[in-house]
């Protein structure tokens, strides 16, 4: 049973004082009354800013919008809320309409990588699908902060199907990743028609989900929406936790929801400056998660998305976050450090190096205390000639395989089968999309 909690109740009775737990915990409840302006939160929080300061935050929530969840507003401390993680993540600041030099309206080329509306193709057997552009509240660290100011994105059901028949089409994407938005803001109905049509792609092996619900509006996290997601398993659910703080016992019924409903959950977390940039939060973040059956999945560096300078922290602050990981906790508490670069070029895990020097046949390596170590590489190791064929592999060959694997990217360089001495960075895994898109232009 979800939480109602008496600062809660309080909130709720100050939106409408014959709310009960039942409406709290009815998440369309929820949304109804989410707060869009200073005068509401002013009202729920008691919080008062000064004539000058909402003027400020006037100027922010008209290029990005103010949204909050009643219950997401619940969590802020509101008697030290300048230092406060929700209150940091949830609502304005007029640091968002500083824009740095290097700040970009889309970092990682999701529109430029895109074949057809909504869908996004950078890895070779992947696609990350969009199919909602509403979110239960608005995050201010925001990749995809073009998109709330943008209109004309609102993915229509014709645009869910083209993005359907792209993969349908592309024989190589065997995962998808579908995202907003959330997702879970869907309706029961068209959510399940939507991954109907997925599973019925006979190349499709994974369905990934991403949401914040959990973290904003875990009373959206229903029987009935669990009981339709699992007719479409193998389904793996990401959520968005950034700080201990979210994880409140409202959330915990919405994890083991999906947890007891057979989804393999991960968490990916975005190292915000002045909220979670400290190796001690970060671990108790994952410790928590761990506890409640989801696995830190990544660590993201902040992007270059426009207004969100403020948030991002030097690269070596989530290496020494890692240094107080690795070696200290289990393996699987670990997150994975990466940095989504500008660009489109991908994520790229950051790690401490361990590899302090290298010979032929010996390799110096230190652990997370700081000792060396010799690791003697093996004599008489007879490599593998791979041609990357595996139907005529000697060793064993994969069932079901179609035929050759193409070498890719870097792999190119240390394939046996390939004579290549150097690539160049256009010849590195370059997803050319550009017929498709010059079909998009000339029918606007």
């Given amino acids: 049973m979800f939480l109602f909690n008496e600062r809660q109740e309080q909130i709720a009775h100050v939106v409408d004082p014959k709310a009960s737990y039942s409406h709290w915990s009815e998440w369309k409840w929820q949304l109804d009354h989410s707060v869009k302006d200073i005068e509401t939160f002013e009202k729920l929080t008691g919080i008062s800013f000064e004539k000058q300061e909402k003027l400020e935050i006037e100027k922010t929530i008209n290029k990005f919008p103010l949204l909050i969840t009643p219950y997401y507003l619940s969590l802020i401390d509101t008697v030290n809320y300048k230092n406060d993680p929700i209150f940091k993540q949830a609502f304005p600041s007029p640091s968002e309409l500083i824009i740095d030099a290097f700040d970009m309206e889309d970092p990682l080329h999701e529109d430029q990588d895109s074949p057809v509306p909504g ?14 552009n509403a979110c239960a509240i608005y995050c201010r660290h925001c990749t995809r902060k073009r998109k709330v100011r943008d209109i004309n994105f609102i993915p229509s059901k014709s645009m869910i199907i083209k993005g359907i028949e792209y993969i349908e089409k592309t024989p190589r994407v065997r995962d998808v990743l579908v995202s907003g938005g959330d997702p879970f803001l869907l309706s029961d109905d068209y959510l399940d028609w939507i991954l109907t049509r997925l599973r019925k792609i006979p190349h499709l092996e994974i369905i990934r989900i991403g949401t914040r619900i959990p973290v904003a509006l875990p009373f959206r996290v229903t029987d009935s929406l669990v009981n339709m997601l699992k007719k479409h398993h193998p389904i793996w659910i990401n959520t968005h936790f950034n700080h201990p703080r979210e994880i409140t016992p409202s959330a915990v019924e919405s994890l083991k929801k999906l947890a007891d409903g057979g989804f393999p959950l991960g968490n990916q977390s975005v190292l915000l400056a002045g909220i979670n940039d400290c190796p001690h939060i970060i671990r108790k973040l994952c410790h928590m998660l761990v506890q409640h059956r989801v696995r830190p999945y990544y660590l993201y560096h902040c992007d270059f998305s426009e207004g969100l300078s403020h948030f991002r922290t030097p690269l070596g602050k989530g290496i020494e976050i890692l ?9 699987f508490t670990v997150p994975t450090f990466v940095v989504d670069v500008p660009g489109g070029g991908g994520k790229i895990p950051l790690i401490p190096n361990y590899i302090v020097s290298w010979s032929p046949g010996r390799v110096i390596l230190r652990n997370y205390k700081g000792t060396f170590t010799c ?14 064929d595996c139907q005529k592999c000697g060793i064993s060959s994969i069932h079901n395989n179609p035929g050759k694997y193409p070498d890719e990217g870097i792999a190119q360089l240390l394939s046996e089968s390939n004579n290549a001495f150097a690539i160049t960075p256009g ?13 998009r232009k000339g029918k606007q």
Avoid: A, W
Wanted: charged content about 30%; some cysteine.
């Fill in 119 to 132: 869908i996004t193709h950078r890895y070779p057997d992947r696609v990350l699908f969009l199919v909602s």
């Fill in 427 to 439: 010849e590195i895994l370059s997803m050319d999309h550009s017929e498709q898109k010059e079909k």
């Fill in 323 to 331: 240094e107080n990981l690795i070696g200290h906790t289990s393996g």
């Fill in 375 to 388: 690791y003697k590489e093996p004599e008489n190791y007879q490599p593998i000639h791979c041609d990357s």
